[in-house]
């Protein structure tokens, strides 16, 4: 699988070596975050919003009201967007303060959101979103209604201007502070489900579906 190009607004200015353009660890990171931030620019104000986000092989979907800003903006030639997810894999905790840190995998996207007018397209992209978020509960869900999709706007991003940054191991102490006598090291973090909690109105004896009870992330890192 070839690599992202290489764009200015790809390059960075700090850390280069962190920085790669890998189309395999780009979609990891997208596939495995739960949660996205958008950012754009509405009326001449910056605007970032968090969203769920689905990929669907080199296009991300994003979906909101057909009221919201970000949704309107998008209308006509689309809107110019930046994309941006995190994962903390982990807290560095170094002898000095300055040099504590975090264990992380991002990714930034960069491109132009258009609304998504296809119907099949888009119902292949709801589905898509619900899936992102529980792996089979599109099946254990009722589709949406005509009321439902016409008050939803659906956005695609072509991933095309991409970069992951990536930081791992552990702290970055200078050579003067080893001796110190403070703990250092690295607290891995993960996300892990909890016991599901049945809605109250729901039918006495309705079974916790499988794909509930088996919840996890794509493994990326």
Not at 53 to 78: D, I, P, W
Not at 181 to 204: F, I, K, M, Q, S
Request: hydrophobic share 40%; proline share 9%; glycine share 8%.
């Amino acid at each position: 699988m070839t690599a992202y190009p290489r764009t200015s607004r790809t390059t960075p200015s700090r850390l280069p070596d962190r920085v790669g353009y890998d189309r395999a660890a780009a979609h990891a990171v997208l596939d495995e975050a739960l949660v996205c931030h958008v950012g754009f620019v509405v009326d001449g104000r910056p605007v970032v919003l968090p969203q769920l986000h689905a990929r669907v092989g080199e296009v991300l979907y994003l979906h909101g009201s057909t009221g919201a800003r970000g949704m309107r903006a998008a209308t006509g030639e689309g809107l110019d967007v930046c994309v941006t997810v995190t994962l903390v894999d982990g807290l560095v905790l170094a002898r000095s303060a300055v040099n504590h840190s975090m264990n992380y995998r991002s990714v930034v996207a960069h491109g132009t959101a258009t609304v998504v007018v296809d119907a099949a397209e888009k119902a292949q992209a709801l589905d898509a979103l619900v899936e992102a978020i529980v792996a089979g509960r599109v099946a254990g869900s009722r589709p949406p209604t005509r009321k439902e999709l016409a008050a939803t706007t659906v956005l695609r991003l072509p991933l095309e201007e991409v970069s992951v940054k990536v930081r791992s191991g552990p702290p970055n102490d200078d050579a003067e502070d080893l001796d110190l006598p403070h703990w250092a090291g690295v607290l891995p973090l993960t996300t892990v489900p909890g016991e599901p909690v049945p809605d109250p109105d729901l039918a006495a004896g309705t079974p916790v579906p499988q794909h509930v009870r088996s919840w996890s992330r794509p493994a990326g890192g």
